[in-house]
């Protein structure tokens, strides 16, 4: 289990940037203006849907400065438990997104024939990492070795 959330992280690591820089931008343009008409649209004690609409079509315009007036007129409140449930809703969707993510099986991403079987450099008791008949990347198998030489070679050539 420890390789899917591993192999997750490794390719979601752009990601993770990528969200924390949505989600400030989504914080700013986006909640704060639903925030803030929906302060106005409940100043008078009763959800008033015009005043929403108005108050949202002007904020949405200039939410820099909606974010001023959410500050000085108290509605602090009201931003924080909208940001709260569009935060929710955001990781659940990046969370999602996150598992899709993660490998299927161990293996997953490792290239073929390459020396990502062997951990700590264990592959060299055996090849070489210099010269010798070209196996993977960095692996070659020395052709002065005593013993066992031969190679099989799995796979085909591809012909264009």
């Given amino acids: 289990?420890?390789?899917?959330i591993e192999g997750a992280i490794k390719r979601n690591r752009k990601n993770f940037i990528i969200f924390a820089i949505l989600w400030i931008f989504i914080a700013i343009v986006f909640v704060t203006p639903i925030a803030y008409g929906s302060f106005q649209a409940n100043s008078n004690g009763q959800f008033n849907l015009q005043i929403f609409i108005e108050t949202f079509g002007k904020s949405i315009t200039n939410p820099f400065g909606t974010l001023g007036n959410v500050l000085t007129e108290?509605?602090?409140g009201t931003y924080f438990s909208t940001l709260m449930v569009v935060t929710i809703f955001y990781s659940l969707f990046f969370f999602i997104g996150f598992v899709r993510s993660a490998p299927k099986n161990e293996f997953s991403d490792i290239e073929h024939g390459s020396s990502d079987w062997?951990?700590?450099g264990?592959?060299?008791?055996?090849?070489?990492?210099?010269?010798?008949?070209i196996?993977?990347?960095?692996?070659?198998l020395p052709v002065?070795?005593?013993g066992n030489v031969n190679v099989l070679v799995v796979g085909r050539f591809r012909f264009w």
């Fill in 122 to 133: 264990e592959q060299y008791q055996i090849l070489n990492r210099n010269k010798g008949i």
């Fill in 1 to 4: 289990m420890n390789y899917k």
């Fill in 135 to 140: 196996l993977a990347e960095n692996n070659y």
């Fill in 118 to 120: 062997s951990q700590r």
């Fill in 74 to 76: 108290g509605a602090m």
């Fill in 144 to 146: 002065d070795k005593r």
